[in-house]
């Protein structure tokens, strides 16, 4: 039941964040939750029905003092009645205020103190960026958003119902439907743990829609929607920078969600103003840059100190460990709102995964203040070449001149050789590759499919693949095997063409773009540009391709050294956690005579140096990347454990590819060091590295105006924060749904109460 | 029907009462020699005062020594100590049986346990006790006698005596008082529930015919607490109507009429000097008695 009387204009809660357009006089609406308990108001005739009874059940008494009670009666008798219809009305009235506080009486009025009743659906959306960790004394903001939702929640009325959003990125629906049990929401908001990424305010807005539009389905009894965002209003979270057209549309979401439910905005940032809220630094990166680690030799370790703030931070220590004991610390002077490196040198004895991680002084924010780095030292670089045309003279082989190159190759500091091994093709299916550094294929012909599922796995075990072609290659069968048209996923970076013959000019770097040739600039006397080439496959890059197209190869293939006519030579790709490395002339003299050209040593070297890189970050993610490897397969073994950062341990299921398994985990927001257990024996724990993507790190809020005109402009909703000091102290934007409610029943006792003073005053009760 | 003794005589009362002899605080008009003060003087041991000699005075009781010393012709007169005469008078009317759950007995019962009780007693002390019972006319009357046996007499009278009618009490003192030749006591039982001018004038009547008059006003405690609290129907007796109503919305007011009836009446018996004596009929009879006979030593 809803009436609709006349319109009543009314301040509005927030005068401040509101703006006037945002508060239109729209007629206040009364209507009642629980329609059936309006059967109840058939007991206000009890007290008439009493009455009337009582006047029939009666004593009987002779009386001698006739005189004196007629007396009595005729000096009372009108204020008698005028006494019984008062109790009488009293009465009633208590039991008509009970029944109209049970029916949930509420107001439909834009301004929410008006706007009592009603059964309410409240959508609690708490950040749980890590910049909520930020610590004011000993609570951290995301403590107090926890207190301010619980708080939400304690001053509800029965029958509300409740969702609860993480706002994260990903945002999480921690309670998609609503719970009606305060209890349980309670809980849910105690468990709630803050999540080492930034927040994603348009996925959440959307997940939001979601919730009420599922509230809406499944519990059509909410009338009402509300949304309490609680959070520090990060200027990184609420005013990113995006595309006009990006900004229209996220605009246009939150006005659609905004007639659909009443917004607010909790805002936990304002409460550290002078302070030095937006004070912070942190260790934005960490890395090596040797990409290949070899054991017992030294290796630089490269951080960078950012200073999020506004204040220069001299003399600021930085500390190295590995393994989670102090290695090494530096002092540096961070300038105001500036970024300095540092660097680390530092020996890894034993080969094995090693933890390092990069930490600054603590401050307000303490998880940004640590990187890791999960490092994996060699005892050395082991290359395996496949040789193709092999020969009894070393000198005819084809991976005679690439051995050889490789050999004087390895870490590119102290010139150690790499350890070379040459095969035929049979060690594809006869060695197991996951020992190799590299795998050189020269002048294979072809692949079967086994072959070719034995390369996708050591590639999804972060191996290194490197393909010379020749006059063995036949380019049907590395397309049929290789380029994802059979059962195997997509391994080369492009589809082989036709064979071409005696190109002309010289080759072209493409500018030095990258990595591989990026040592070649300015060294034009090295050859590279001018090495011979006499034949090449023509290829055509995975980009092109159909399954490339349609998102299934996941190569993402550049070219390094183009012919003249822009023909790829050289191709390099990223292969799930491998890399590839295409060169689509021969290693040997036969098409090319590179090899022998002073360049060759060195763009071997480069070849070599960035397709082992990826190793070296194959273990390394961000938050809310899966950690993801691949396992020689073993009966019997069929899931991983993981030991998180916190100390929790998990499972990975092992999925089964043939030769080799792979696991996968993704609950990976929080960084740290992740340590997984196998039980294959003789395999050593793998450490992977988890860390934060740094621009949640920069803590400046934005204002109660950038947030009315930049972010939701012209759209109605509520502001709220607390002044410093104040603690959790939610004002009464919440609870409103009972306040009727609570007044009658006031009222009730009111009524009770008055009606026993006023029947022990006129002589009704027993004296 | 044969009057018991036992039935209105309660031996604790009586023995109560032993020792308190009914003492005639005015004077009384006696016929036998007793412990009471008579009007008339004459021949006895006890000297009273002197008064001037008229001629055809008995010249033996010329008080030859004043005339003596002062040649005045004095007489000496003497008190003469009489018998007392006490009349009970009981009403029995309808409003008198009134008894209510808190009481032992009506106020009717009550009256005549209380008559019977001093009527032995004053026949104990060699006194004349009488009887009448009234309610608007008298209804059996009993001449006063010292004689033991009489209180036989006055027993089967109370006994006879059962509340059935109204009551005119003003009507009845006023006849009471012109047939009571002899002065004494007259001792009244009654709730009054009648028209107080008229039963003060009866009063003041007894008063100017110089009889002591002691008035025991005997009522129910319900009637002075009114303790009533659930709806009730009262039923008028002596032929009041009946009402229906919540007693607890009136008892204030009825039991401000009930005071200002009290008080009404004390005031009246004061202005007489007539002893007015509320007796509850949920008080023990023998606490009442002899109180009210203490107070009269």
Sequence with gaps: ?767 | MSASPAQYLDPKVLARLEGLALRARSVVEGYVAGIHRSPFHGFSIEFAEHREYAPGDDLRYLDWKVLARSDRYCLKQFEEETNLVCNLLLDTSESMSYRSEGAAMSKLEYAKCAAASLAYLILHQQDSVGMVTFDREIRALVRPSGNPSHLKDILQVMERSAGERKTATGTIFHELAERFKKRGIAIIFSDLLDDVDALLAGLKHFRHRRHEVVLMHVLDPAEIDFPFDKLTLFRGLEGLPELLTEPRALRKAYLEEMQKFIHRLKWGCRQQRIDYVLVRTDRSLEIVLSSYLASRK
Aim: charged share 20%.
């Design chain 1, 1 to 767: 039941m809803t009436c609709v009387v006349p319109a009543l204009r009314v301040g509005t809660r927030y005068p401040e964040p509101r703006t006037s357009n945002a508060m239109p006089s729209l007629p206040l609406a009364f209507g009642f939750a629980s329609l059936p308990m309006f059967g109840w108001l058939a007991a206000a005739a009890a007290p008439w029905l009493i009455h009337l009874f009582s006047r029939r059940k009666y004593r009987e008494t002779a009386w001698a003092a006739m005189d004196f009670l007629m007396a009595a009666v005729k000096r009372r008798t009108r204020r008698i009645q005028i006494e019984h219809w008062l109790l009488l009305l009293l009465r009633t009235a208590s039991i008509v205020a009970i029944v109209l506080a049970v029916a949930e009486p509420f107001f439909e009025h834009p301004c929410p103190v008006l706007r009592p009743g009603g059964r309410t659906h409240r959508v609690l959306v708490i950040d749980g960026s890590y910049s909520m960790a930020f610590k004011t004394g000993d609570r951290s903001r995301f403590q107090q958003a926890k207190q301010w939702a619980a708080r939400i929640v304690e001053k509800s009325s029965p029958g509300d119902g409740f969702t609860l959003i993480e706002m994260a990125d990903p945002p999480r629906a921690i309670v998609g439907t609503p719970a009606f049990e305060a209890a349980s929401i309670r809980q849910e908001i105690e468990n709630l743990e803050i999540l080492h990424t930034s927040a994603d305010l348009a996925a959440t807005l959307a997940e939001v829609r979601k919730v009420i539009d599922t509230a809406r389905r499944e519990s059509p009894r909410l009338v009402r929607h509300e949304v309490y965002f609680v959070g520090d209003l990060q200027r990184g979270t609420w005013l990113p920078s995006m595309s006009d057209a990006a900004r229209a549309d996220f605009r246009k979401r939150a006005a659609e969600l905004a007639e659909i439910a009443d917004l607010e905005v909790i805002d936990l940032g304002v409460i550290d103003l002078g302070q030095g809220a937006a004070e912070n630094l942190a260790v934005t990166s960490l890395a090596m840059h040797d990409p290949l680690v070899l054991a017992g030799r030294s290796v630089e370790i490269e951080a960078a100190v950012r200073d999020f703030g506004h204040t220069a931070r001299p003399h600021q220590p930085v500390d190295l460990l590995v393994d989670e004991h102090p290695a090494a610390r530096q002092y540096v002077d961070v300038p105001a709102g500036g970024t300095v490196s540092v660097r680390f040198n530092y020996r890894f004895e034993t080969p094995g995964d090693h933890a390092v991680e990069a930490r600054s002084l603590g401050d307000g924010l303490d998880v940004d203040n640590h990187r890791y780095l999960a490092v994996t030292a060699r005892p050395a670089m082991r290359v395996l070449c496949i040789d193709g045309r092999p020969s009894g003279d070393p000198r005819r082989t084809t991976v005679y001149n690439l051995a050889n190159a490789l050999a004087a190759s390895g870490s590119r500091e102290e010139r150690s050789p790499a350890e070379i091994e040459t095969a035929t093709e049979s060690a594809i299916q006869e060695r197991d590759l996951g020992a190799y550094d590299c795998v050189a294929l020269c002048n294979v012909a072809q692949f079967t499919a086994s072959e070719a599922r034995l390369l996708d796995g050591y590639l999804g075990r972060g191996g290194s693949l490197v393909f010379f072609l020749g006059d063995q290659v036949r380019g049907d069968r590395y397309n049929a095997e290789l380029t994802g048209q059979g059962s195997t996923p997509a391994i080369l970076p492009g589809r082989l063409k036709e064979i071409v013959e005696k190109p002309r000019g010289s080759l072209d770097p493409l500018g030095y773009r990258h990595p591989i040739v990026q040592e070649f600039r300015g060294q034009e006397k090295s050859g590279l540009l001018t090495s011979p080439v006499t034949k090449y496959f023509k290829v055509e890059l995975a980009t092109d391709l159909p399954s490339a197209k349609r998102g299934e190869g996941r190569i993402a293939a550049q070219v390094v050294l183009a012919m003249h006519n822009g023909d790829p030579l050289v191709v390099a790709a990223t292969v799930r956690r491998g890399r590839v490395v295409l060169v689509t002339t021969s290693a040997d003299t036969s098409w090319a005579a590179m090899p022998l050209w002073p360049s060759y040593l060195p763009l071997v070297e480069e070849i070599l140096a960035w397709s082992t890189g990826g190793q070296a970050t194959v273990g390394n993610v961000e938050v809310g990347e899966p950690l993801q490897a691949s396992l020689r397969a073993v009966a019997g073994v069929a899931s991983v454990a993981i030991e998180r950062p916190d100390g929790r341990r998990r499972w990975a299921p092992l999925e089964s590819h043939g030769d080799y398994s792979s696991w996968s985990y993704d609950d990976t927001y929080h960084s740290g060091v992740y340590t997984v257990h196998c039980d294959l024996p003789g395999a050593a724990k793998r450490l992977f590295a988890v860390n934060l993507r740094t621009a949640e790190s920069d803590l400046s809020p934005i204002t109660k105006q950038e947030l009315q005109e930049d972010v939701w402009p012209g759209i109605s909703f509520g502001y709220e924060t607390t002044s410093p000091g104040d603690g959790i102290a939610p004002s009464n934007s919440v609870g409103h749904s009972s306040r009727i409610q609570i007044g009658l029943l006031y009222g009730v006792v009111g009524l009770l109460f008055l009606e026993s003073l006023l029947a022990w005053q006129f002589g009704y009760q027993k004296t």
